[in-house]
Nanobody, 126 residues
Framework: QLQLVESGGGLVQSGGSLTLSCAAS????????IGWFRRAPGKEREGVSC????????NYADSVKGRFTISKDNAKNRAYLQMNNLKPEDTAVYYC???????????????????WGQGTQVTVSS
């Protein structure tokens, strides 16, 4: 059974950078699509980014395009979300999720995913 654990969250100044890591165990990530989601206080869960197993195509929410980069390292069984030029509105709990091969049209929809990590807090100060 696939298990996911996020790490790398913390407090950062506006304009700064963080890299989140998603460590997988119980199975390998090479056959999975990976999604990153976030939930800000008082807001619904938002799909941030995803990377697909078939061809590596990536999707990004409009709010993070040009600032965030998703990647996956199958040899290390980890996925990453590099976040640059962070803004206060990026403050949220960030979750890593995984599912078998997925139509890219559904990559930013939470209900598409079968496995979830526990979340890691990202706080961006003004």
């Amino acid at each position: 059974q696939l298990q996911l654990v996020e790490s790398g969250g913390g407090l950062v100044q506006s304009g700064g950078s963080l890299t989140l890591s998603c460590a997988a165990s119980g199975s390998t990530l090479d056959r999975y699509a990976i999604g990153w989601f976030r939930r800000a206080p008082g807001k619904e869960r938002e799909g941030v980014s995803c990377i697909h197993s078939s061809n590596g195509v990536t999707n990004y929410a409009d709010s993070v395009k040009g600032r965030f980069t998703i990647s996956k390292d199958n040899a290390k069984n980890r996925a990453y979300l590099q976040m640059n030029n962070l803004k206060p509105e990026d403050t949220a709990v960030y979750y890593c999720a995984a599912v078998g091969p997925l139509d890219p049209r559904y990559g930013l929809i939470a209900s598409s995913y079968d496995y979830w990590g526990q979340g890691t807090q990202v706080t961006v100060s003004s």
